[in-house]
Nanobody
Framework: VQLQASGGGLVQSGGSLRLSCAPS????????IGWFRQAPGKEREGVSC????????YYSDSVKGRFTISRDRAKNTVYLEMNHVKPEDTAIYYC????????????????WGQGTLVTISS
């Protein structure tokens, strides 16, 4: 089971970016998917997640209203649309998949992608 996170890069504050999470060897449809980030010197934090059972989505307070998580079943990919980005959004972003109870809790996930670096310039 492998996950590939991509789409990171350097963006100016106020801009937009779309991250993708695609699997190898399995269908994302059946799994809960979470996006997490880790900034230098900080702990990993939950950003957003989507439940496989009913498509419910969740967001951290810091990104609510700016980021959108979505699932494209035809492409077997989960996206994180990042709008109105801020310098404090700078971090390595990871996607994770598993069957979880709390999809914003990183400790519940077994499968992780390698991360993609997002840098927001002021």
């Amino acid at each position: 089971v492998q996950l590939q996170a991509s789409g990171g890069g350097l963006v100016q504050s106020g801009g937009s970016l779309r991250l993708s999470c695609a699997p190898s060897g399995f269908t994302l449809d059946y799994y809960d998917i979470g996006w997490f980030r880790q900034a230098p010197g900080k702990e990993r934090e939950g950003v957003s997640c989507i439940k496989s059972s009913d498509g419910s989505t969740y967001y951290s307070d810091s990104v609510k209203g700016r980021f959108t998580i979505s699932r494209d079943r035809a492409k077997n990919t989960v996206y994180l649309e990042m709008n109105h980005v801020k310098p404090e959004d700078t971090a390595i972003y990871y996607c994770a998949s598993d069957f979880v109870r709390d999809c914003m809790d990183a400790t519940e996930y077994s499968y992780w992608g390698q991360g993609t670096l997002v840098t927001i310039s002021s």
